[in-house]
């Protein structure tokens, strides 16, 4: 059972434009949300993240917007940069002791010049 | 060190052997986290550490798995009598503290049953 679902396996995007990448979930004790990166053959490496009382955060060209209510997050890059071709990872942190995080499955992303 | 530290980069071992993964978290970093990938999926949670105690486990798949991290910085995966449904990237990270906190990836291990 994902708790935490991309739906989107892969998305092709022009420089220049908007990237939204899409992540809903299904834990409503989710408490923190985070977006990691991961090029081939490197590890994942943190992005940007949002607690579940914001709505959105923003850190240069990247936003990501949370919909509590429609247990929904997004992740928007403008502009997008052939650089950002990249393999995006949705992931949720249970409130309470649990120290783990639920990721998704991943969007990988292609920037095209 | 700069970053995560994982070792073997890439590991091939034959059905029914053991092996251990070794993780070198950036220093000063209290909590350590381990997570298995398959191909095209996202890291599955294994276990996590806060200092040297194992805080949550919940995620090894069966008892063929343990983790320690004896005196609170290395930490070892150790799978026994390996399967091939073992075969997946091994990766591990850390972070100054826990709870939904930046975690830094390693590299990972290839791990390869054959």
């Known amino acids: 059972d994902q708790q935490v679902k991309q739906n989107s396996p892969s998305l092709s995007v022009q420089e220049g434009r908007i990237s939204i990448l899409n992540c809903d979930y299904t834990?409503?004790?989710?408490?923190?949300f985070l977006w990691y990166k991961k090029y081939p053959a490197e590890g994942p490496t943190f992005l940007i993240s949002?607690?579940?009382?914001?709505d959105k955060n923003e850190d240069g060209r990247f936003t990501v917007f949370l919909n509590k209510s429609a247990k929904h997050l997004s992740l928007h890059i403008v502009p997008s940069q052939p650089g950002d071709s990249a393999v995006y990872f949705c992931a949720a942190h249970r409130g309470g002791s649990q120290g783990n995080l639920i990721f998704g499955k991943g969007t990988k992303l292609s920037v095209k010049p | 060190g700069a970053g995560v530290s994982q070792s073997p980069r890439y590991k091939v071992t034959k059905r029914g052997q053991d092996v251990a993964l070794r993780c070198d978290p950036i220093?000063?970093?209290?909590?350590l986290y381990w997570y298995r990938q398959a191909l095209g999926q996202g890291p599955e949670f294994l276990t996590y550490?806060?200092?040297?105690?194992?805080?949550?486990k919940s995620g090894l798949p069966n008892d063929r798995f343990s983790a320690e991290r004896p005196e609170g910085s290395i930490s070892t995966l150790t799978i026994q009598r390996t399967e091939q449904r073992d075969s997946a990237m091994y990766r591990c990270?850390?972070?100054?503290?826990?709870?939904?906190?930046?975690?830094?990836f390693g590299q990972g291990t290839r791990l390869t049953v054959v």
């Open positions: 550490f806060n200092y040297e105690a194992q805080q949550d």
């Open positions: 220093s000063g970093h209290v909590s």
């Open positions: 834990n409503s004790m989710f408490d923190y």
């Open positions: 949002i607690s579940s009382i914001k």
């Open positions: 990270a850390s972070s100054l503290a826990g709870v939904g906190t930046e975690a830094f």
